[in-house]
């Protein structure tokens, strides 16, 4: 990608993450412009928020942040994928308009050292400063219009920053209160380290089938039960089995308990390097190996730390965009065209 194609990306992902806004349609925009693919002027109000119009060109605009791929379908969104990307469309215009007037509300205003520091680090991305500003013309309508915009959703990313990231952060102390009130959440389940090498019956199969089925694993279970190690188990796997782990060498990695079949239980009671005779199933017959055993254990909080950290995070963080979505549109007049 050259550096004025970069910049232009990095113009456009300014205004695509969750909490940035959009602003109306500028004034030197033609009244009867149409939006490719729509057939609709740039102009039409598809909402109104506590009086606000909101227009066709700035929902087009979220649609294609949501679905990037618009060129490669002729300026259009699939009709399948249409009722879900407007809708998605939709909600973020209306979210990030309630946020703004939220903003205006609270008397909130950008720092002019960090709007100015961004807009420096931005500058940066173009070769020069006249580059500059015939991209953001091109794309925003003039310099002044892109900076008003670029003030603004630093400014909707700051109401984000305050409602939602901070109030939805998760403290090490909130970690280990979880893990010390949910401990039997992580009990580590008694597992074995499997291969398989399976004979599968055909569909509907007859009685003879199955017979045929049952004489051609019994003729490759000495092979099987002959095998000295993980390898020479696997190979056979991969030249006789029919299952769909044979590519794999018949290894299903680690099994656990309760994931399998009644008939397969006997695996937890075997020793790694054992084999099993014919185990038959309503799919078929199938040899099973146990390489390796693992007893069921209490995770430490250092094992589950991370991904606790991260699951938390994301639970709260929806929980708390719900709130403080319904709490805007609670006292807001939203009426959607």
């Given at each position: 990608?050259?550096?004025?194609?970069?910049?232009?990306?990095?113009?456009?992902?300014?205004?695509?993450?969750?909490?940035?806004?959009?602003?109306?349609?500028?004034?030197?925009?033609?009244?009867k412009s149409v939006i490719p693919g729509d057939g609709k002027p740039a102009t039409a109000v598809v909402a109104r928020v506590n009086g606000v119009e909101l227009t066709q060109?700035?929902?087009?605009?979220?649609?294609?942040?949501?679905?990037?791929?618009?060129?490669?379908?002729?300026?259009?969104?699939?009709?399948?994928?249409e009722p879900e990307i407007r809708r998605r469309a939709m909600d973020k215009l209306i979210l990030d308009e309630l946020m703004y007037q939220e903003c205006k509300r609270r008397n909130m205003q950008v720092p002019e050292a960090k709007f100015q520091q961004d807009l420096r680090?931005?500058?940066?991305?173009?070769?020069?400063?006249?580059?500059?500003?015939?991209?953001?013309?091109?794309?925003?309508?003039?310099?002044?219009?892109?900076?008003?915009?670029?003030?603004?959703?630093?400014?909707?990313?700051?109401?984000?920053?305050?409602?939602?990231?901070?109030?939805?952060?998760?403290?090490?102390?909130?970690?280990?209160?979880?893990?010390?009130?949910?401990?039997?959440?992580?009990?580590?389940p008694e597992a074995v380290s499997l291969q398989t090498i399976s004979f599968m019956f055909p569909d509907n199969a007859t009685a003879e089938q199955k017979q045929q089925t049952r004489k051609k694993a019994e003729e490759n279970l000495p092979k099987a039960r002959a095998a000295k190690n993980y390898e020479e188990f696997g190979v056979l796997a991969e030249k006789?089995?029919?299952?769909?782990?044979?590519?794999?060498?018949?290894?299903?990695?680690?099994?656990?308990?309760?994931?399998?079949?009644?008939?397969?239980?006997?695996?937890?009671?075997?020793?790694?390097?054992?084999?099993?005779?014919?185990?038959?199933?309503?799919?078929g017959f199938h040899i099973l190996r146990v390489n390796d055993h693992q007893p069921q254990r209490q995770m430490a909080f250092d094992e589950v730390k991370d991904k606790l950290r991260k699951d938390l995070g994301a639970k709260r963080r929806a929980e708390r965009i719900e709130q403080f979505e319904s709490a805007l549109r609670k006292k807001a007049n939203v009426v959607e065209m």
């Open positions: 990608m050259s550096r004025s194609r970069l910049a232009m990306a990095v113009l456009v992902a300014l205004f695509s993450c969750v909490g940035l806004a959009q602003v109306p349609v500028p004034s030197h925009a033609p009244t060109a700035q929902l087009r605009e979220q649609e294609e942040t949501i679905f990037p791929y618009f060129k490669m379908h002729g300026g259009a969104i699939p009709p399948g994928a680090g931005l500058k940066k991305e173009f070769s020069s400063p006249q580059e500059y500003k015939d991209a953001v013309s091109k794309k925003y309508g003039s310099v002044a219009n892109f900076e008003r915009r670029m003030r603004r959703s630093m400014l909707i990313r700051q109401l984000w920053d305050t409602e939602v990231k901070n109030k939805s952060t998760v403290t090490d102390a909130d970690l280990r209160n979880y893990y010390v009130t949910n401990k039997k959440r992580f009990l580590r006789v089995s029919e299952d769909p782990w044979h590519v794999m060498m018949g290894d299903h990695k680690w099994v656990h308990r309760g994931e399998v079949d009644p008939q397969f239980e006997r695996i937890f009671s075997m020793k790694p390097g054992e084999t099993t005779e014919l185990i038959e199933s309503k799919e």
